[in-house]
């Protein structure tokens, strides 16, 4: 009984701390930093200065897109003729390149054979001769004045990759999948946010973050998180990821959740991958706080959480029929409101309607879940490229 009891309030205290407890413990750590730093944004280059940049775009098939993106590059604000735009459209099969053609300002780099995002990446990198390359993708639509904020954030010569904010456009029509997306992602911006002022964001996502072009690495094809390991090696060479919310990309979440579940199954697998590839950033002798800040915001969620997360329903239950009182039928009840919740969310989800009571732990606990989904593809598909079906949006 008191070994069941320990491993109950040990798996309590895991879920209970990636999901609420590392953000509280981090607000805590920057307010105290602030006492003896305060945070300083560094100033834009002088007129004239701004260095040459490269806005790097992966785009499988995506023709219906192309002209829209397009608009969006002409629209940001950089020196004239310092802003190269290039397109990696390996494999496509349809009239993105057609489409690209009309547009003598954009390079495209094209080969028949799909090999997935990495692969482009690795590909594209050594035709990039500017200091500094920013990703985005074709689906996605970038602010104004992204580039510059981006490259004001490299002034500091610490900072080796710049991670820009990801905003889920979420209209009042979208289902659970867009907004529990665009309610997670709002949080998560927070942390990210956080983390960056403490010592350096866990990571960027592929829908903005820019890098010091000399400091890229090929990747392995097989990487699903080429975004995530490519800024995390950045960190091991002793730079750190600036967090940059006055850039920021926007777009539509999934178009349910039968598509979100193609994107957290990769995350997921690719996340598991992580774990082991940049397994050395979790030696704190080396690393210092990087290592406690990559274990509690990006490992917990990959690995530990989700097994504590539904080992808590039979354990609850054991303890609460063995021994009874007000603690373990509280958190009994709880844990069965949350999931009826969940349910009705699900159920939400089917029929159209969309209530935040219920979208909310709907999409928690699919997002936990798909966590088995990834260890699943892995060991199904342990050899490969990164090529994976897109998620259509909203």
Known sequence: MKAVMI?????????????????????LMIRIKRIFKKPIKPEPPKEGEWPEATLLICAYNEEDVIDEKIANCRALQY???????????????????????????????????RMGKTAALNRAIPFIKTPIVIFTDANTNLNPQAIKEIVTCFQDKKVGCVAGEKRIEVRTSDGVAAGGEGAYWKYESTLKKWDSELCSTMGAAGELFAVRTSLFEPMDLNMLLDDFIMSMRIVQKGYKIAYCKEAYACETGSAGLVEEKKRKVRIAAGGLQSIWQLKGLLNPFKYGIISFQLLSHRFLRWSITPFCLIALIPLNLWLMLERGGPVYITLWALQCVFYILALIGYQDEQSGRKRTLTFIPCYFLFMNLNVFGGIKYLIKKKKGTGAWEKAKRA
């Open 7 to 27: 491993i109950f309030w040990v798996c309590m205290a895991i879920v209970v701390y990636t999901y609420v407890g590392y953000g509280f413990v981090l607000y």
């Open 79 to 113: 020196p004239e003729g310092k802003l190269k735009v290039v397109f990696v459209t390996d494999g496509s099969n349809d009239h993105t390149n057609e489409r690209l053609a009309k547009y003598p300002e954009v390079e495209v780099l094209f080969r028949p054979e």
